[in-house]
């Protein structure tokens, strides 16, 4: 008898695992587009200012959020959501203005603004009687 | 959904099975609707600790009532926040009104229940009833 292995062995670097122990949770996102900006409207519970790292880099806007621990119990006696750190990248095809991005956080809801450059903005133009 | 009918047991036993083989650990389930808003329970010795994720929320629009010693009922009114005109792209949030009642697993004094909301995150601690708390056994050597 031959000892086969099961299961073909493969080199660790053809799966990215995160470096870190905890999992990272993909929060809920609303996108609206208005003439002058794209608005995005992410739900993360836990999350203040600081805990906070938003970047915009190649068209890709990356959202990451670390959130501590809040548990105080080793046994809950009812979980129905996971604690973690937040992270999720939306690509971004408009022209985006990247020095006017702005983002603020109120109850754990976050506000991304993305206003859009000058030359993809719609333009009326005026029409006149003659 | 849990079948109540006895042959049932045999299917309730393969959901439980596929529950723990595709779903996610989060608690979120393939078959039961989940319920809003999602809560973590836990207590120590003196008090029970029910948090619930609901951001976005102000504090008037946000109701707690403990109808007996054993029950908690969380309800609100999760309202959209104005937003510019414009094309939606994506909606993910829902909002909406929401009503959710807990059983609780001990008694609690309503009285000396107290509760906050930080970053979206409601927290409400529940101070249990005398008889609730564990009481200490001494062991003595004969």
Redesign the interface.
């Given at each position: 008898m031959t000892n086969k292995p099961l299961t073909k062995p493969h080199p660790a670097q053809m799966e990215a695992e995160p470096t870190s122990q905890s999992p990272a949770y993909q929060p809920r996102f609303d996108i609206v587009e208005s003439d002058n900006e794209l608005t995005l409207y992410g739900d993360m519970p836990g999350v203040e200012e600081k805990d906070l790292d938003v970047r915009y880099e190649n068209e890709q806007l990356m959202i990451h959020a670390k959130v501590p621990s809040r548990k105080e119990a080793e046994t809950m006696l009812c979980e129905e959501y996971g604690v973690g750190d937040y992270q999720r990248t939306f690509m971004i095809g408009e022209s985006i203005d990247p020095a006017k991005i702005n983002a603020e956080i109120h109850n754990g809801v976050l506000v991304v603004h993305l206003p859009k450059t000058e030359a993809v903005k719609p333009k009326r133009i005026q029409v006149k009687a003659v | 959904m849990r079948f109540n009918i006895p042959w049932a047991n045999e299917i309730n036993r393969m959901q439980d099975e596929m529950e723990r083989l595709f779903g996610d650990?989060?608690?979120?389930s393939m078959f039961r609707p989940r319920?809003y808003p999602?809560?973590?329970?836990?207590?120590?010795e003196d008090n029970?600790?029910v948090?619930s994720?609901?951001?976005?929320?102000?504090l008037e629009e946000m109701e707690l009532l403990s109808n007996d010693e054993n029950s908690l009922t969380i309800q609100g009114e999760r309202k959209q926040?104005p937003?510019?005109?414009?094309?939606?792209?994506?909606?993910?949030?829902s909002f909406g009104r929401f009503s959710r009642s807990i059983q609780l697993?001990s008694s609690i004094n309503a009285e000396k229940t107290t509760a906050q909301?930080k970053?979206?995150?409601l927290k409400i601690t529940l101070a249990k009833k005398e008889e609730a708390k564990p009481r200490h056994i001494s062991v003595t050597a004969g």
């Open positions: - | 650990r989060s608690g979120e319920a999602p809560v973590n329970i836990w207590e120590d029970l600790y948090e994720e609901i951001p976005g929320m102000e926040p937003r510019a005109e414009g094309s939606t792209h994506r909606q993910e949030r697993p909301y970053a979206g995150v």
